[in-house]
């Protein structure tokens, strides 16, 4: 896990907060000395209740004749949040509110590709 942490940090420093869940157990790593942080606690709560859900009804509704889903992207106040959809769970992936999350989604596709094969 600490690998792959440190590979979606290393893609850009507008990435805050990086989350992987499967199976209902979440691992959450976010960057040190964070402003507008969210609390421990909520980001658990997050990614273990909101995106799950979140990701199910899009995928659902992509699958009717959208052609799929390749990613969600979410604007909160103190940042972007990328979900993708992975076998078993989730990839989570927050980045700086003045930060650029469509250039980090396309460096995360080779990731993304890794952790859906």
């Known amino acids: ?27 959450l790593r976010e960057r040190p000395g964070l402003v507008g942080a969210s609390a421990a606690e909520s980001d658990r ?3 273990l209740l909101v ?9 659902r509704r992509g699958r009717i004749d959208c052609g799929g889903l390749a990613y969600v992207l979410i604007r909160y106040g103190n940042f972007f949040q990328i979900l993708h959809a992975i076998p078993g769970g989730h990839l989570s992936v927050a980045v700086e509110p003045d930060g650029d999350p469509l250039a980090v989604v396309a460096a995360l596709r080779p990731i993304v590709a890794r952790l859906r094969a």
Do not use: K, Q, W
């Open 1 to 27: 896990m600490p690998d792959l942490f440190d590979e979606i940090f290393a893609l850009s420093p507008e990435i805050r907060y990086v989350a992987l869940e499967r199976g209902g157990m979440a691992t």
């Open 45 to 47: 709560y997050e990614e």
């Open 51 to 59: 995106n799950p859900t979140v990701l199910t009804l899009i995928e």
